[in-house]
């Protein structure tokens, strides 16, 4: 398959692209591409996308990537003729993230960063596409006492039987993976480590920390920080 478009727009597909990120990351790339939008709605939202869904340049399909995707197989597909240009480009978000929900999505989480991210791999050396993998700032453990600011090419030490584990390791796991494809099948690979974000359609009563804070100062109740006077966090919007 061809890896640079043939057609007017490149075919990329967005896994989880109904999340609070995905779905924002839709809105750029449907501007100038053919986009394939992937989830499972786990902890995705189809409001997300209720306004992408008339745009003639994205597809919707609700799928699990831990199963393998057949995107030539499937009938609202034909028009993107992914059979004789492939897909250009696979972004990964797809990893059941939410607080609330943690402990019941605890598999779902290490399937979704092992046996899903390997399925969207495999279609990226089938289509030769960029694979550009979300990850987290997980994957650099707690911060130590003595190191306040963390360097990207820092090693991180996490415990692989922790309570976060399966969502931490998943991360970690994840990146080795892509790695190792790019390294085996030379796959043009991207990671990027998004750290704790917010920002439109984050959901409130989600338990994350700036949720919280929009949650309890709209009921007049103080604004909880975890941690420390010291306590100190880097955020994205």
Request: charged residues 25%.
């Amino acid at each position: 398959m061809p890896k640079r478009a043939i057609f007017d727009k490149k075919n990329v597909l967005v896994a989880g692209g109904a999340g609070f990120i995905g779905s924002h990351l839709c809105d750029e790339l449907v501007k100038n591409n053919k986009v394939i939008c992937v989830d499972n709605f786990i902890t995705g939202d189809e409001r997300n996308i209720d306004h992408l869904l008339k745009n003639s340049s994205f597809v919707f399909i609700k799928a699990d990537i831990n199963e393998p995707l057949e995107l030539e197989s499937l009938p609202e597909l034909q028009k993107f003729k992914i059979q004789f240009q492939g897909v250009q480009e696979i972004y990964n978000l797809a990893c059941p993230t939410s607080p609330v929900n943690f402990k019941e999505n605890k598999i779902a989480a290490l399937l979704a960063n092992s046996a899903g991210v390997k399925n969207l791999l495999d279609l990226a050396v089938k289509y030769k596409a960029t694979f550009i993998q979300f990850s987290s700032s997980v994957v650099y453990g707690p911060r130590r006492e003595e190191k306040r600011n963390i360097a990207e090419d820092d090693f991180g030490i996490v415990n692989p039987v922790g309570e976060r584990s399966s969502y931490d390791e998943g991360k970690r796991f994840a990146e080795s993976l892509v790695v190792n494809y790019r390294d085996v099948y030379g796959l043009d690979v991207k990671i990027a480590r998004i750290f704790r974000t917010y920002g439109p359609r984050m959901k409130l009563g989600d338990k994350q920390m700036i949720p919280d804070f929009i949650v309890n100062a709209l009921e007049n109740k103080d604004l909880i920080i975890y941690g420390d006077k010291d306590f100190h966090t880097s955020l994205c919007y």
